[in-house]
């Protein structure tokens, strides 16, 4: 029903940005809330960033001022704008897509995408 495709991962040193994009199947992405979540090496996953479906952005402090997270919900898309990285930074990025129908809550993931972050 939902899939979800992202892209822009990769190296950069400490200070650099990248941008990083998910893109979405499905007719549920407009009313949906989108999250990015993240993972470092041994830590548990937490949450990054989300958005309301009328692009209402909460950021973890860790990421406020530097983090931006966006959405395009007439091309079905979600972006996060890093800027100022930091090693700490570093971790597999998920896209998460929240959805209820109904009193059923349902949730869907992307497949991740690497960020590295050197000092």
């Known amino acids: 029903q939902v899939q979800l495709v992202e892209s822009g991962g990769g190296s950069v040193q400490a200070g650099g940005s990248l941008r990083l994009s998910c893109a979405a199947s499905g007719s549920i992405f407009s009313r949906s809330v989108m999250n990015w979540y993240r993972q470092a090496p041994g830590k548990q996953r937490e949450l990054v960033a989300s958005?309301?479906?009328?692009?209402?952005?909460n950021y973890a402090d860790y990421v406020k001022g530097r983090f931006t997270i966006s959405r395009d919900n007439a091309k079905n898309t979600m972006t996060l704008q890093m800027n100022s990285l930091k090693p700490e930074d570093t971790g597999a990025y998920y896209c998460n897509l929240e959805t209820q129908i109904g009193t059923q809550k349902y949730g869907y993931w992307g497949q991740g995408t690497q960020v590295t972050v050197s000092s």
């Open positions: 958005i309301s479906s009328g692009g209402f952005a």
